[in-house]
């Protein structure tokens, strides 16, 4: 497997979901902190969806940046025009161009055959290129559940026509891994090497990173991804844990993105969209680095590996042993030691006594609650006539 490319899709694709809506300087502001993690490819806009849209893809276009920016369309030629005149020239830029890669959307959402969905393709991407697009991608949309007698003619016309770049989404995350593969081999054996093929993968049944990576070892040379997985429904493949994927199971692979980079602008698009990530979500989650199970906590303080595949630090984050009452007294310990507290083993009993029989839930976590506890504690009896 080679180094894949990384084409990110949050400020597109991930802005589409519920909630996730970004004003114009908020996308101008996450593209720069996305732009720092070394990615290849951003896709900054849908330009014709809104004249928002169209300025942010024109200003981003011109923008200071080391990924190629991409502006997506459909296949019109006013579409397209409209994400040409939004790139306005600019280097390093791409145009996707949507098609219809099912039966199912040929005929419950476009109500057209295949052949007139052929005539579309090859008319969109010849326009295209007859505007001046040289990277001309085309996506296309529920391909994994098109048949081969659907979608083969779909490609080919495409890349006849001038495609340089084949995105295959699992639209509704509809595939598992082995099946995903399957498609990706048949669309390379289609086409060849000298066109790029791209993953485009949703997580409905929580498999997107997994048909990501199943992607890339069938023959696929990259994916699309968003920071922190968001995107429709269940979202999209997320870049933070395909990164932690590659970086652990591939080592061979040279990886050139920044994953200290990835988790700051995954913290700084949390804050700035007012995004919900659960605690326990891979790699970003509050918790997914804590630990308050008194064996794991044991483990963990002896050597970090006994509970810790995936090191805190490769993400700029830290261990963290969280005091509650099935913490242990190594917990216990372990905070009296961090806050340079004296202590023996029956002060250790003593918080430790306290923590689990306490009705209240208190941070215990907290170092000022702790230290009041400790206090508490260490505070002199006073004596009864």
Excluded at 291 to 311: C, D, W
Excluded at 342 to 349: A, G, S
Aim: aromatic share 6%; charged share 25%; net charge negative.
């Amino acid at each position: 497997m080679k180094s894949p490319i990384f084409f990110d899709t949050t400020l597109r694709d991930g802005e589409q979901a519920p909630g996730n809506a970004m004003s114009q300087e908020q996308k101008i502001d996450i593209f720069h902190h996305i732009d720092m993690t070394g990615i290849d490819y951003i896709e900054v806009g849908f330009p014709s969806s809104s004249p928002a849209d169209f300025a942010v893809t024109r200003k981003l276009a011109h923008s200071p940046r080391k990924a190629k920016v991409c502006a997506f369309a459909i296949a019109t030629e006013e579409d397209i025009a409209t994400a040409v005149n939004a790139l306005d020239g600019a280097a390093d830029s791409q145009v996707q161009i949507l098609l219809t890669g099912s039966e199912i959307h040929a005929e419950h959402k476009r109500r057209m055959p295949l052949d007139a969905l052929l005539r579309e393709t090859d008319e969109a991407v010849t326009f295209a290129g007859k505007k001046g697009v040289r990277d001309i991608s085309v996506a296309l949309e529920d391909a994994t559940r098109g048949s081969p007698e659907f979608l083969r003619p779909m490609v080919e016309q495409a890349i006849a026509a001038g495609a340089t770049t084949l995105v295959i989404p699992d639209t509704v995350g509809a595939m598992i891994p082995k099946e995903y593969a399957g498609l990706i081999a048949a669309i390379r054996s289609w086409v060849g090497e000298k066109i790029k093929v791209i993953a485009h993968c949703h997580n409905d049944l929580g498999l997107a990173a997994a048909n990501s990576i199943a992607a890339l070892e069938a023959g696929a040379n990259g994916m699309q991804t968003t920071f922190c997985g968001i995107g429709e429904r269940a979202g999209n493949t997320a870049i933070e844990e395909i990164y932690a994927i590659l970086h652990y199971k591939y080592p061979q692979i040279s990886l050139h993105l920044d994953p200290k980079a990835i988790a700051a602008a995954c913290r700084h698009i949390e804050e700035s969209v007012g995004l919900k990530i659960g605690h326990h979500k891979p790699i970003i989650g509050r918790y997914v680095f804590a630990t308050a199970a008194g064996l794991h906590i044991n483990g963990l303080t002896k050597k970090n590996i006994t509970y810790e595949f995936v090191s805190p630090e490769l993400f700029g984050r830290k261990s963290e042993l969280v005091i509650g009452r099935v913490s242990g007294r190594t917990a216990v310990r372990n905070k009296l030691e961090k806050l340079a507290i004296p202590h023996d083993d029956d002060l250790v009993n003593r918080v430790y006594q306290e923590i689990t029989t306490a009705e209240n839930r208190l941070d215990f976590n907290d170092d000022d609650t702790f230290r009041a506890l400790v206090a508490r504690l260490l505070a002199p009896r006073s004596l009864s006539a």
